[in-house]
């Protein structure tokens, strides 16, 4: 079993900054994809970043380059710094973990465990 819970969201206004932090408890950290998500309003969840045991990192198209995850295997924690943030990036962001195959890991279904969720609403 791996606990997750996020924390760091807020209300900012459009091109602030945001960073989030999910922290895990339970099984070995490193061994899985640490992924975020996130779920506006009578929308799908989507996703938005994850990164592998490796280091290695992969966005959505609408958040590239303004958003980087990391993580601290040591800490068992992952962040999402959030930049140049927009109207449409406003939701509720989830940390999830799991062992998705490359071709999969944008998929929550593949994700095992996950946060509560923090809210993130970009607004003037």
């Known amino acids: 079993q791996v606990q997750l819970v996020e924390t760091g969201g807020a209300l900012v206004q459009p091109g602030g900054s945001l960073r989030l932090s999910c922290e895990a408890s339970?099984?070995?950290?490193?061994?899985?994809?640490m992924a975020w998500f996130r779920q506006a309003p009578e929308k799908e969840r989507e996703f938005v970043a994850a990164?592998?045991?490796?280091?290695?990192?992969y966005y959505a198209s609408s958040v590239e380059g303004r958003f980087t995850i990391s993580r601290n295997n040591i800490e068992k924690k992952t962040a999402l710094q959030m930049n140049s943030l927009k109207f449409d990036d406003t939701g509720t962001y989830y940390c999830?973990?799991?062992?998705?195959?490359?071709?999969?890991?944008?998929?929550?279904?593949?994700?095992?465990?996950w946060g509560q969720g923090t809210q993130v609403n970009v607004s003037s």
């Open positions: 999830a973990a799991g062992r998705p195959i490359l071709s999969a890991l944008r998929m929550a279904s593949m994700y095992y465990y």
């Open positions: 339970g099984q070995p950290f490193r061994d899985y994809t």
């Open positions: 990164i592998r045991y490796n280091g290695a990192t």
